[in-house]
């Protein structure tokens, strides 16, 4: 018992962030031993989702985009409902975050059902080609619907080459190693 109290006697005196980092890291090595699926599921959400919180505190053209790598990734590894929930997930979150949650999120979602559902029928072909089509294909989609709803062109031009361009180089670098990990 003693040994018990000296342990919660040292966990006290930890920072209260970093007793937070200990028990996520915890539980997402728990999750990866139970689960890898469940494991990346909630990184590509999460890193998605965090990835935008710049967009609450200036407002760019710019666009750092994890949504479409997790969405995409996990689609053609666990399946289109897998990458659906992913895509879903991190937009909301992303959105929510960046203080940009509006009615434009439906455009998004259609988007993301599309490219999931995609991006498993063509799981076969390589990641890095998977992946720069079905961006183009979501901004092809999504695009005319957001002009039409009132986006600035010039914004959103920037919008969609800055993503293309930053998923372009996620799917040439990045993708081919996660998608290593995914299986």
Do not use: C
């Not at 139970?34 to 890193?47: D, Q, T």
């Not at 986006?151 to 919008?159: D, F, G, K, R, S």
Request: hydrophobic share 60%; net charge positive.
């Amino acid at each position: 018992m003693k040994a018990l109290s000296s342990v919660v006697s040292h966990y006290k005196k930890i920072d209260k962030r970093v007793r937070i980092a200990i028990l996520a890291a915890a539980f997402l090595l728990v999750l990866f031993a139970a689960s890898r699926m469940a494991f990346w599921v909630l990184v590509f959400i999460f890193a998605a989702s965090v990835a935008e919180i710049y967009n609450a505190y200036v407002r760019t053209p710019l666009h750092l985009d994890l949504v479409k790598l997790g969405t995409i990734l996990t689609a053609a590894a666990y399946g289109a409902p897998a990458g659906i929930f992913v895509g879903l997930a991190s937009t909301f979150f992303a959105k929510l975050f960046s203080l940009r949650l509006d009615f434009r999120i439906v455009v998004s979602f259609a988007g993301i059902i599309i490219i999931a559902t995609l991006a498993h029928a063509f799981s076969q072909v390589p990641i890095k080609i998977l992946g720069i089509s079905l961006v183009a294909v979501y901004y092809l989609i999504t695009s005319p619907i957001n002009l039409l709803m009132g986006e600035e062109p010039a914004y959103a031009a920037a919008y969609v080459g800055s993503s293309l361009l930053v998923n372009a180089m996620l799917f040439i670098a990045v993708a081919p190693r996660l998608a290593g990990l995914l299986h």
